[in-house]
């Protein structure tokens, strides 16, 4: 089945992970992507398959050019002629230097709509500073202290400012772009900061930061991770009343005495000893098997392996398995589907 952005053109610039995300999505939506490459020395043509050896780099044809030279320059321009949509991830000001930002992009396609990803933006005092997550998430808040234990919350290992607050974001503003030139017939400049869109997107922790009781920044017992017999984890999301009593049942708890009420924050350790004394006492997976048939909101910490296999991830083709080439069978790479 063709994609729905069968018949759009991407031209990309390799350069970071961000812009690499945007056109692993892209293509995956059925974009033809096209990823120019800074490698001086190498030839190769637009119609040449990027081997998948990193899984953000499936889904593309490939194009080496040096972008220092004036004859990469005007071949950049020329592909991005017939390009609708083109992202970089430059810092702030070499794109232009380079001569291919969006001044000289759009005077040779005004439809083109030129993105461009950056860590904290176009403007201020930081615009040309490195931008890592691990900063992003600090700056914005999204490490706020933890009102239980007054250290900083721990990093998400999964780049959230990256990919969820950038490249989404960013995925977002050009489709949303590419649909306004359909009214307008010009292409625009869209604009995405990764420290925006980390802002954006932990809009509900500022929000409930001033909540007492919060079930998701605290150590809330029904809100957490637990270790079984065996030395696996589990984690509890059973913020609902009705999840948490199914949690209670499974764990042959609904009839305990004196149970701590988890309305009360002041009874979390208790409760917290309580259910993890209940989970250390078998192996995850005998608690996987348990669970599996109840909605009590808990799911095993899974390996990047283990995910892959996943009945419900497998149902829905979450992880796809790529090639390193088409003779070479025996290496590949499970990697999330876009």
């Keep these: 089945m063709a994609g729905p952005l069968t018949g759009v053109r991407v031209l990309e610039f390799a350069g970071s992970a961000p812009t690499a995300f945007v056109g692993t999505v892209l293509s995956g939506l059925g974009a033809d992507v096209v990823r120019v490459d800074r490698a001086p020395g190498r030839t190769a043509g637009p119609d040449e398959p990027r081997p998948p050896e990193n899984p953000l780099s499936r889904g593309r044809r490939s194009v080496a050019l040096d972008l220092k030279s004036p004859e990469g320059v005007e071949q950049a321009l020329s592909l991005a002629e017939h390009a609708d949509l083109l992202v970089e991830g430059f810092r702030p000001g070499v794109a232009d230097r380079l001569g291919i930002g969006?001044?000289?992009?759009?005077?040779?396609?005004?439809?083109?709509?030129?993105?461009?990803v950056s860590g904290w933006g176009q403007q201020g005092e930081w615009a040309g500073r490195a931008a890592h997550d691990l900063a992003v998430l600090a700056l914005t808040g999204a490490l706020?202290?933890?009102?239980?234990?007054?250290?900083?919350?721990?990093?998400?290992?999964?780049?959230?400012?990256?990919?969820?607050?950038?490249?989404?974001?960013?995925?977002?503003?050009?489709?949303?772009?590419?649909?306004?030139?359909?009214?307008?017939?010009?292409?625009?400049?869209?604009?995405?900061?990764?420290a925006d869109g980390a802002a954006l997107i932990s809009t509900l922790i500022h929000q409930w930061r001033e909540v007492p009781g919060n079930h998701t920044v605290t150590d809330a017992p029904h809100y957490s991770l637990y270790r079984a017999a065996d030395g696996r984890h589990l984690a509890v999301a059973a913020i609902e009343p009705r999840l948490y009593q199914n949690l209670l049942e499974q764990l042959g708890l609904t009839g305990a005495d004196g149970l701590p009420d988890r309305a009360d924050p002041e009874a979390w350790p208790a409760l917290r000893e309580l259910i993890a004394a209940r989970f250390a006492t078998r192996d995850r997976e005998h608690w996987v098997k348990l669970f599996d048939a109840v909605d009590a909101g808990v799911a095993p910490v899974l390996t990047a392996a283990e995910a892959a296999g996943h009945h419900q991830l497998a149902a829905r083709n979450s992880f796809v398995e790529i090639r390193a080439a088409p003779s070479a069978s025996a290496v590949s790479t499970t990697c999330p589907r876009p």
């Design 102 to 116: 969006p001044e000289a992009a759009l005077a040779r396609n005004p439809r083109l709509v030129y993105g461009r």
């Design 144 to 194: 706020d202290t933890d009102p239980a234990t007054g250290d900083p919350l721990l990093p998400p290992t999964a780049y959230l400012s990256s990919f969820a607050g950038g490249a989404n974001a960013h995925v977002q503003a050009l489709l949303a772009a590419l649909h306004e030139r359909e009214r307008s017939g010009r292409g625009q400049v869209v604009d995405t900061a990764l």
